[in-house]
């Protein structure tokens, strides 16, 4: 099975389900604005992303320019503020197999394929 953490307004995120639905993939589909991960579920997504908790912070959306921008947040004020403001998290990203990807570009996601 294969999930996508998924923002259907989002160009991106449907050229990447586009992309899983076309390799045949079984899809998890989830709404993260709408079903937001848990605060375990987002360490374990960052981990197996390999990245800081920064890295996974969408910093073209108002809310980070009007509210984080310039601001020295610990790793766990970055989970917080990702968890109170899910449009935060970047998207879209894939996991399987224990394996995680940034769908920027869509094409990047089929290394976890």
Partial sequence: ???IYHNPRCGKSRQTLKILEEKGE????VEYLKNT???EELLAIIKMLGITPLEL???GESIFKENYKGKDL??????DTMLAHPILIERPIVIKN????????????LEVL
């Fill in 98 to 109: 224990g394996r995680a990807a940034i769908g920027r570009p869509p094409e990047s996601v």
């Fill in 26 to 29: 079984q899809i998890e589909i």
């Fill in 74 to 79: 610990s790793d766990d004020q970055w989970i």
């Fill in 1 to 3: 099975m294969t999930k």
């Fill in 57 to 59: 912070v969408r910093k």
């Fill in 37 to 39: 991960p848990g605060r």
